[in-house]
């Protein structure tokens, strides 16, 4: 086994595996930062082992009865009574149940997103904890997202794994309306997840291995959460998933440029993945309790409907997006909403939408950009069109999207909804 099969071997456990382990090293402590600094050291031990030993069969079993070496040392050097015990029933839990196979390895993410939702955790911590803790985002990207600096973003977190630690939280999913008052952050956590993971296909931070992760542990998550509490909300951001992931295949041409939306060959989209997201939001629906998440998945059923049918939907698009409005005021709402405003009512109204909005909110919101360039050129303001344009690829880290805004610039493209 080389150096470099195992590198990737921890790699590949690290991306799929990493909140299932700190899950399970945190239950017995609820120490978070405890358990991530086992488990770092037993990455590290496993990059100086395997190379010679090679990669073990359940390499997951290996870190976790590793790591719990290490938190057993970190008790013994701390004194905490009871260490012996602690360690030998960790070993033989780990040796009875976690060492044999990949499909006998526990996953206990689902409860450590309910951990981080808890009441006694600052609500702007919850998601960024949820973020990192179970689905591994480093801390300089959760604090881009949520748009603060990486040092306030680590503050907020090791503030949250603290509270978790000194106010001893119970490691189990709630009941009852325990569960549903932390739903929405769960959620949210879980289609912020998603989103991360849509978003790096375009702008190239993540490996496509890491992006696929992301997005298929936002997906399971999602299905878990509609076995454990089928309510309607949960089922309509599985749906949401569903279909944006069902387009993932026509985001790319086989050459690897972008292909906007309307652009997309529809052949290449997930016929199954769009029937689930069919059944899903009209599972849904029948409950009659409407919510932002069964909004936004009914707005990519629209969508899904148009391009395969060719039947313009603009005005039932436009209802949609009204109806969103009432459960988010999100920047990226107000863009969608006014790009279907220019299909549906014309330039003057898309523009209007658009000049509303704050310049600190959209200033550096690539989308906007772009949705106000098409709009201006619709109305035949082109000089501010070209501006609007060159300030949109100015905000475009993807290559492949720089490229096809550039192909507008010059006038060898065709605008389309990205």
């Not at 780990?94 to 006998?104: F, I, N, R, S, Y």
């Not at 899903?280 to 936004?296: I, K, S």
Request: proline share 4%; charged share 25%.
């Amino acid at each position: 086994m080389s150096k470099i099969d195992s590198e990737r071997a921890a790699e590949a456990v690290a991306r799929l595996s990493y909140g299932r382990l700190v899950a399970l090293l945190s239950r017995r402590s609820r120490d978070i930062m405890a358990a991530e600094d086992a488990l770092s050291e037993a990455f590290a031990a496993a990059l100086r082992t395997w190379p010679a030993r090679g990669v073990p069969n359940s390499p997951e079993a290996w870190l976790l009865t590793a790591a719990r070496r290490n938190l057993g040392h970190r008790e013994r050097a701390a004194k905490v009574r009871e260490h012996h015990r602690y360690t030998v029933a960790q070993l033989q839990e780990t040796l009875a149940g976690h060492d044999a196979h990949a499909e006998d390895f526990p996953d206990d993410r689902l409860m450590l997103l309910f951990v981080c939702a808890h009441p006694a955790i600052d609500p702007a911590a919850r998601t960024p904890l949820m973020l990192q803790t179970v689905l591994g985002l480093d801390a300089a990207r959760i604090a881009s997202a949520f748009l603060v600096s990486p040092a306030t973003m680590g503050q907020r977190l090791v503030r949250a794994k603290a509270r978790i630690r000194d106010a001893g939280i119970a490691y189990t999913v709630p009941e009852g309306d325990a569960l549903r008052e932390r739903l929405e952050d769960v959620l949210g956590a879980i289609y912020a997840a998603y989103g991360a993971g849509w978003e790096a296909l375009a702008d190239g931070e993540m490996d496509m291995g890491r992006v696929q992760g992301l997005a298929e542990e936002a997906i399971w998550l999602g299905q878990v959460l509609v076995r454990l509490l089928p309510e309607p909300e949960v089922l309509g951001l599985l749906a949401l998933m569903c279909y944006c992931e069902s387009r993932r295949a026509a985001r790319r041409d086989d050459a690897g440029r972008f292909v906007p939306l309307s652009q997309q060959d529809t052949t290449r989209w997930s016929g199954p993945l769009i029937s689930d997201a069919e059944a899903l939001l009209t599972r849904a629906a029948r409950a009659g309790r409407p919510g932002r998440y069964q909004c936004e998945a009914a707005i990519q059923s629209v969508h899904c409907e148009m391009a395969m049918s060719g039947t313009p939907r603009w005005h039932a698009l436009a209802q949609l997006y009204d109806a969103l409005l009432t459960y988010t005021d999100a920047v990226g709402v107000r863009v969608g909403r006014a790009a279907v405003l220019l299909e549906a009512h014309g330039a003057p109204a898309a523009v209007q939408a658009l000049e509303a909005l704050s310049a600190k909110s959209v200033d550096t919101y690539q989308p906007y950009w772009v949705t106000y360039a098409h709009a201006l050129r619709a109305g035949e303001r082109s000089d501010d069109a070209d501006r609007a344009l060159r300030r949109a690829v100015g905000l475009t880290q993807d290559p492949a999207v720089r490229e096809w805004l550039l192909a507008l610039a010059h006038g060898n493209g065709n605008h389309a909804r990205a």
